[in-house]
């Protein structure tokens, strides 16, 4: 396989006010493509190069940190500009809002958590909620890794790298997560990858 870059779900002016259309015109045209680019050429005579996307994230960690760090980020893009969408936010669908109760109590607590992942993310990175052994679970990783390397499987993340908010939110990374969170959220799309991953 090698890696392709897929328009925006949205035009780029959609996310507006919470996402400019500079920021996705930055993160998704050059930011992404970067990792595309980087990623299909370090993907030659990897001994990757037949495997899924996900395989190569997997298999890549602590092995080949050039590839890993391009085909993780890749991975973590494709699914971050569907987790977001115009009018985002809002009512949860019951199965998540459900799991998400169970697993934090309410719905504000597991918001808190999120947020908070993301702001103590020290550098680069990415809060996460994912699926784990049936359970849902909040947390932060560093540069380009994701949950899937921990044996879980990501349902929604947040890209906390700078280029993701400093053109619409300078440095504060919390009112960013805060809005990504209350107005961007795509839920539709966290309960179909959960559906899927709980099965
Ligand atoms: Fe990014």
Redesign the pocket.
Known sequence: MSFTLPPLPYAYEALQPYMSKETLEY?HDK??QAYVTNGNNLLKDSGLEGKSLEEIVKESYGKNAGLFNNAG?HYN?LH?WSWMKPNGGGAIPGEVEKAIVDSFGSVDKFKEEFIQAGVTQFGSGWAWLSVKDGKLAVSKTPNGENPLVHGATPILGC?V?E??YYIDYRNRRPDYLKAFVENLVNWDYVAELYAKAAK
Request: glycine letters at 0%; proline letters at 0%.
């Open positions: 993160h930011h992404h980020q893009h971050f890209d790298w280029h993701s």
